[in-house]
T-cell receptor, first 118, second 114 residues
């Protein structure tokens, strides 16, 4: 069964700490994404990567950075955590358009990390 | 301007009834894809259905169908014969052009009662 695995389901950190959220997929997908989900706001794209060592800013990249050293792993980094970064973080992956027989390149999601910054 | 608009924060339906969850989108790209995901209280995101902008027919997947009205830029999800297990948050999302990142709406919470 295909899988996107996020290292922690729940995480509690203090303001100012450096936080790493890890995501690993076993589907050999080229594209990986980080979203945050907040009540009433839906999912918002933080960063994404279309290939190893490549990264692109999403809609809300401020306060975040990412790392993609290997194809299967995409890390989200909070350099100095703040309380407004308390949220659910969702990792997802997929293949580029045209890589399969359909254009339905749906995203496969991890189970999420609920981060609380105190 | 929002790219994906879901105007119903919450919807209530009885078991075995059909329900329509609204979604409108905004894009100038002729090539796009529309998705619906379900998120139960467990938090996992479950893919339900997909509609491509060039697809002539409305997509269907079991009890789910997508009412695609291109001129109105709407992509409503229809769930037939609702079940208690359909109670969840539902997200409409769009992919534009050749990118694969999805833009999500704010979601609709569906509650199914017996």
């Amino acid at each position: 069964d295909v899988k996107v695995t996020q290292s922690s389901r729940y995480l509690v950190k203090r303001t100012g700490e450096k936080v790493f959220l890890e995501c690993v997929q076993d589907m050999d997908h080229e594209n990986m994404f980080w979203y945050r989900q907040d009540p009433g706001l839906g999912l918002r794209l933080i960063y994404f990567s279309y290939d190893v060592k490549m990264k692109e800013k999403g809609d809300i990249p401020e306060g975040y950075s990412v790392s993609r050293e290997k194809k299967e792993r995409f890390s989200l980094i909070l350099e100095s955590a703040s309380t407004n970064q308390t949220s659910m973080y969702l990792c997802a992956s997929t293949n580029p358009l045209g890589s399969s027989s359909t254009t339905n390149e749906k995203l496969f999601f991890g189970s999420g990390t609920q981060l609380s910054v105190l | 301007a929002q790219k994906i608009t879901q105007t119903q924060p919450g919807m209530f339906v009885q078991e075995k009834e059909a329900v329509t969850l609204d979604c409108t989108y905004d894009t100038s790209d002729p090539s796009y894809g529309l998705f619906w995901y379900k998120q139960p209280s467990s938090g996992e995101m479950i893919f339900l259905i997909y509609q491509g902008s060039y697809d002539q027919q409305n997509a269907t997947e079991g009890r789910y169908s997508l009412n695609f009205q291109k001129a109105r830029k709407s992509a409503n999800l229809v769930i037939s014969a609702s079940q208690l297990g359909d109670s969840a948050m539902y997200f409409c999302a769009m992919r534009e052009g050749q990118g694969t990142a999805l833009i999500f709406g704010k979601g609709t919470t569906l509650s199914v009662s017996s």
